[in-house]
């Protein structure tokens, strides 16, 4: 719903702007990374996985926050950070079907 | 302090001037059948009368709000779709889960439910104690607000129906808010209405009960309720012969009822002497409800005397009564000490002499006593300020720390905090774009700004939690609970608001991808493992000790009895029970009303020694504590009279 309301009233720029700042943030922030161990403590004390889920888990997202961290220190030696400059629109064709993951992700 | 006998004989006696009477108690912890002597339910029962007729109830909140809501669900959850984001599965989960805090919401809703059931012409109350008892008075209120937050939850459906359809018409979930807001505002007119009316409070002739009461009268008047006649109930007779106990105490007693005249001098004072009997059922009822009526008003010009500050109470026979040893009652492992028991009985003296004892302990450990009764006597009974901001209390080689919870500050803080982070949420939804969503917004802030019932509850357990928890600052915390009743509903909030703190974890997990999970996320994470740390901890017997409170008299034996097996069914069996103010067996010579009352006092010990051993399979441990007159106050006084606990063992 509020996807719609934002739609509407705020149109496609916007979400286009966001979609820039959401891949930039991929591949350069941790932040959801950090969002994504909460997500699996959650889970965890909700009882919907098991000790063994999260830890394969939580192996796999602090490895990919090293690997950010990694990058940033790199970063700040030189030149190297991975920059988005713009977007380009195509529409989805039938190879998009097969997984939903990769529907969910913009490709540009 | 009688209440509820007080209430039974006036309902009795207005019933007999030829009325038709409706008795009910939304107390959570009732003992009007115990007065009656006759079991009670939530359907009015009808009782003998000579003439009139009188009818009594015991409320049940529980059923009665899954009543209300399964009236009503369908428009409830037709609101909360319309008016926030979750679907159906998620409206379903929230409006299953138990309610903290039932029985103040739910209680005048009831009242008016059952009174409407038979053409009654009055209807006489007995309330929980005081601290509950404001909050009940605060409900319709509160269901103005709830009415509020409805209708804003359905503004966005009206202005989308407006926009699209042109006219909005209103339907079955428009009704129910109308039905919510007019109950509120009718419930909230009748209370202040002093021809449909009044309002009767009861104290016992106690220097901590005369505090209380002019705490809450105060907040009575604040709040546009005035209170009436002001009932002194329990007043010792003078007694004809010399006599240790009652000399002394017709003294200390005639100085607080002075004290009370100066204190209310608009309010009409009227006394009940203490009876020898008990009155139990409705004829022994009778007598008292004439004199409630005929009324024994104490004289504007109350009788000269002298204060009295004598701490005496007869010497307990240690032969007998072996004296209660400190690590045996609260061995160093315990980390949380609870007191639980009737109104009155003197739950904070013993909390307090409890946590001035465990603070003199050699080796040092930290120690913090607890109110989380909203009418607090901590600091009357440690005779120095206490508030919510945890004090250090040193005396002598004696060191502890105090606080008295207050909900309503902490929920004004919380407020402030989670008002500014909706806020962030919301600009940051708008992302720099014109659109405000405005609905949304105005529907969050006023979630946050309603008081959820319980929060008494609620934040008296996050106040153990902070002070126990992983880096929690005390190795002990002595809890002084709210009366009975909601000592229990404390005891089930964390079970109440895990579920809660599940549900919406669910929620936030279920749309983290539009929302995110943010520090709201973090902090039910962080909230989920700490209940869930401290239900491990009330379950622990080698760190949790729980105590009944209580005294040597038949209907606070009776809600023992039933609090014990409440207690135990919650998995916190009580390793002890108190009994408070125990005329001990002495060599000081009695007058017969005192003799005849400290024979009354070792039957009730007596049999509550045979109703616990029916009830657990070890059972808890008796202790007396002796009556002393006055009460001791004050941190010395508390030491010598702690340690002049006993076990009591009835032969």
Not at chain 1, 17 to 41: G, M, P, Y
Not at chain 2, 173 to 178: R, W
Not at chain 2, 346 to 353: D, E, I, Q, V
Request: aromatic share 4%.
């Amino acid at each position: 719903m509020i996807i719609l309301d934002t739609l509407l009233v705020g149109g496609i720029k916007f979400v286009l702007s966001k979609i820039v700042d959401a891949v930039d943030a991929e591949l350069n922030d941790d932040t959801h990374l950090r969002e994504e161990l909460l997500a699996a403590q959650m889970r965890l004390e909700l009882g919907e996985i098991t000790e063994q889920d999260f830890a394969a888990v939580e192996r796999e997202l602090l490895d990919a926050i090293r690997e950010i961290r990694g990058r940033r220190e790199r970063a700040d030696e030189g030149p190297g950070e991975v920059r988005i400059t713009g977007i380009e629109a195509s529409t989805w064709d039938e190879d998009g079907a097969d997984d939903d993951e990769a529907a969910d992700r913009p490709r540009g | 302090m009688g209440k509820t006998t007080c209430a039974g004989a006036a309902a009795l006696a207005r019933a007999e001037q030829g009325r038709r009477v409706l008795l009910i108690s939304t107390d959570p912890a009732h003992s009007l059948g115990d007065l009656l002597d006759r079991p009670l339910g939530a359907a009015a029962r009808p009782l003998p009368t000579r003439r009139g007729s009188l009818h009594a109830a015991e409320l049940d909140a529980d059923t009665a709000l899954g009543r209300f809501i399964r009236a009503r669900r369908r428009e409830l959850a037709r609101i909360l779709s319309r008016g926030t984001y979750l679907d159906d599965d998620d409206i379903e989960r929230l409006l299953r889960l138990a309610l903290p805090g039932v029985d103040e919401l739910i209680g005048l809703l009831e009242l008016t439910r059952l009174a409407q059931a038979r053409p009654y012409e009055e209807i006489v109350v007995d309330t929980a104690p005081t601290g509950h008892t404001l909050r009940l008075l605060g409900m319709p209120a509160t269901l103005v607000r709830i009415a509020e937050v409805l209708d804003d939850m359905q503004a966005k459906h009206r202005f989308l129906s407006e926009s699209l359809g042109g006219r909005y018409r209103p339907d079955a979930a428009d009704a129910l808010v109308e039905e919510v807001a007019a109950d509120g505002r009718r419930l909230g007119e009748l209370l202040r209405d002093p021809a449909r009316c009044a309002f009767s409070w009861i104290l016992l002739p106690e220097t901590l009960a005369l505090e209380e009461t002019k705490d809450a009268l105060a907040a009575l008047r604040a709040d546009g309720l005035e209170v009436g006649d002001v009932i002194v109930n329990r007043v010792t007779p003078r007694s004809r012969t010399r006599c240790a106990v009652c000399d002394v105490r017709v003294r200390a007693e005639e100085a607080v009822i002075d004290a009370t005249r100066r204190a209310i001098p608009h309010h009409r004072l009227r006394r009940l002497p203490a009876l020898a009997r008990e009155p139990r059922g409705v004829r022994a009822l009778r007598p008292l409800g004439r004199m409630l009526t005929d009324g024994v008003d104490v004289p504007a010009r109350p009788a000269s005397c002298r204060r009295a500050r004598v701490e005496r109470g007869l010497v307990p026979r240690r032969d007998v009564s072996p004296p209660v040893a400190l690590d045996d009652l609260i061995p160093p492992t315990v980390r949380l000490v609870l007191l639980a028991g009737k109104g009155g009985v003197g739950k904070t003296t013993c909390a307090a002499a409890l946590a001035v004892a465990l603070g003199g302990r050699a080796p040092a450990r930290r120690v913090l006593v607890l109110s989380t009764d909203p009418a607090h006597s901590l600091g009357d009974v440690l005779e120095m300020p206490v508030d919510d901001d945890v004090r250090q209390v040193r005396a002598g080689s004696r060191a502890f720390s105090a606080r008295e919870v207050d909900a309503g500050r902490l929920l004004t803080a919380r407020r402030a905090a989670y008002l500014d982070a909706v806020q962030e949420v919301f600009d940051a939804l708008r992302g720099g774009s014109s659109f405000d969503p405005a609905f949304d917004r105005v529907v969050v802030e006023d979630l946050i700004d309603l008081a959820p019932p319980g929060i008494d509850e609620l934040f008296g357990m996050l106040a153990v939690i902070e002070a126990l928890g992983a880096n929690g600052p005390f190795d002990t915390v002595v809890v002084d609970t709210a009366p009975t009743g909601h000592a229990l509903r404390l005891l089930q909030m964390p079970d109440a608001a895990l579920e809660w703190v599940h549900a919406f974890m669910t929620i936030l997990l279920k749309y983290r991808k539009i929302i995110g999970l943010g520090d709201f996320g973090a902090d039910l994470l962080g909230l989920s493992r700490d209940l869930r740390r401290l239900q491990a901890l009330l379950h622990d017997r080698e760190r949790t000790r729980a105590f009944a409170v209580t005294r040597a008299a038949e209907l606070p034996r009776l809600e023992t009895g039933r609090l014990v097996k409440e207690l135990t069914r919650l998995g916190i069996p009580p390793a002890g029970v108190i009994v408070n103010a125990l005329s001990m067996a002495g060599s000081k010579p009695l007058c017969q009303r005192c003799q005849a009352a400290a024979d009354v006092e070792q039957r009730v010990v007596r049999t509550l020694a045979i109703d616990l051993r029916a009830t657990r399979h070890r059972p808890p441990t008796i202790i007396g504590a002796p009556a002393l007159t006055p009460p001791p106050r004050g941190v010395a006084a508390l030491a010598r009279w702690q340690r002049r606990w006993t076990t009591v063992a009835p032969r």
